[in-house]
């Protein structure tokens, strides 16, 4: 089973709100996707060794394995691509965490076109189509990915700082 980019949007939403995302029609409303497709994900990360099982039916994202594959390959497996200047939904290191470490012009930080979105710079695609809406919900959520967005795009420093920083968000979500 090859992971697809969406699988990454439903580990970090079980990494941010593991409570409210027991059931797959649960976890599907969250990211704005199907139950089935919902399961189908899990199932992938479950087979790539990025999750794995509890008891009754529960699982959980492995988050030292998935901070590793962020880190060192998700650049490579899920390249993104820079477009035109857009309006949407800051991500990068237009977005916290990276926003208060990184300063930059306004209209430079990339971000996901959305019609609800505030901000205006290059437009990047995002990890998933449903990603912006499920992080405009979920500012946690909304975190992780715009680090996710840092590692796939950024230069060395926005990287290595979105790693350092991912590497944090997750540890602090372990004891949630």
Known sequence: MQLKPQDLLVLFKQVTQPAQ????AALGD????S????HRS??????????????RGEWQAIRSALLEFDVHGVRYAFPATLGPVK???????????????INSTPGEAPVWPHPKGE??????????PTAPAA?????????????????????????????????????????A
Do not use: N, W
């Open 35 to 38: 139950a089935s497709q919902a």
């Open 42 to 55: 899990v199932q992938r990360c479950l087979a790539s060794g990025l999750a794995m099982s509890k008891a």
């Open 87 to 101: 309006r949407g939904v800051a991500t990068s290191f237009g977005a916290l965490p990276l926003s208060s470490h």
């Open 119 to 128: 901000s205006k710079g290059p437009s990047l695609s995002p990890i998933s």
């Open 135 to 175: 992080a405009l919900v979920d500012p946690a959520l909304h975190q992780l990915l715009a680090l996710l967005d840092a590692l796939r795009v950024g230069r060395a420093r926005e990287r290595t700082l979105a790693a350092k920083l991912l590497a944090e968000a997750l540890r602090s979500t372990d004891a």
């Open 21 to 24: 995302v027991r059931t797959y």
């Open 30 to 33: 969250a990211v704005h996707i």
